[in-house]
């Protein structure tokens, strides 16, 4: 191999299956203000901008909308009660560690970009065993931006040790697009993640199905990356 690219994962809906434990922590809101849970299936979608984006989207399931000082506080509630069950039922999707273990013996680098709090996306990743796999993880409080803001990806791939032009995004939703789009590089989207609008519809340059087709996908992009530099 003549080449080391860095490969950038969102988290959530990518990398793993949060929704079960982050939509627990939502209905454990809602129920303290009086409201009823949100289904896991509609609920699944609402995921990807962050804890306040979520309850705001759980809030307006049921035609609700609180005041900021409220919001604050329904937020600091979903951090608490989310940090202390962050990997109850939160896994690693299929196949991913495969894929993780075959970019690493080709030498590559891996990182988190997410719209996640850092603490809480390194708690997360320490807890199910897979922090020590990448050289950066990246949250939406760790440079002051998010996702699909290029700041974001360009400090993560710089934190990892890679450089821009020989990176990929690999992500489940539409700031992750956003973000390649705005950084430059490729993108593959993932089908199994959380998103309002169908990842197909956002056009990635590679779309799969299953972390198993990861590696094949990255390569060939890689090959295009290379031949573009020569």
């Known amino acids: 191999m003549t080449s080391s690219y860095t490969?950038?994962?969102d988290l959530d809906g990518t990398l793993v299956d949060t929704a079960p434990d982050l939509i627990t922590a939502l209905n454990y809101v809602l129920d303290r203000e009086g409201l009823p849970p949100v289904p896991m299936a509609s609920a699944r979608n609402m995921i990807g901008a962050g804890a306040r984006k979520l309850i705001e989207r759980g809030l307006e399931a049921e035609g609700r909308t609180v005041r900021p000082t409220d919001m604050d506080r329904m937020t600091a509630d979903f951090i608490g009660y989310?940090?202390?069950?962050?990997a109850v039922e939160s896994r690693p999707f299929e196949g991913l560690e495969g894929a993780l273990d075959h970019f690493a013996a080709q030498g590559h680098r891996l990182a988190v970009c997410t719209n996640k709090l850092e603490w809480l996306s390194r708690r997360l990743l320490d807890q199910l065993g897979l922090s020590r796999r990448f050289a950066a993880i990246c949250g939406a409080d760790t440079f002051g931006v998010q996702k699909p803001d290029p700041t974001i990806f360009?400090?993560?791939?710089?934190?990892?040790?890679g450089n821009v032009k020989s990176s990929i995004m690999v992500g489940d939703a539409g700031t992750d697009i956003g973000v390649a789009r705005r950084a430059g590089v490729p993108?593959?989207?993932v089908s199994f993640g959380y998103t309002d609008v169908p990842i197909a519809e956002l056009k990635p340059d590679r779309l799969i199905h299953h972390m198993r087709d990861l590696p094949a996908a990255a390569s060939s992009l890689m090959t295009g990356l290379s031949s573009s530099s020569n």
């Open 7 to 9: 490969l950038v994962f």
């Open 82 to 86: 989310y940090a202390e069950h962050i």
């Open 154 to 161: 360009r400090e993560t791939v710089a934190r990892a040790g």
């Open 187 to 189: 993108v593959i989207g």
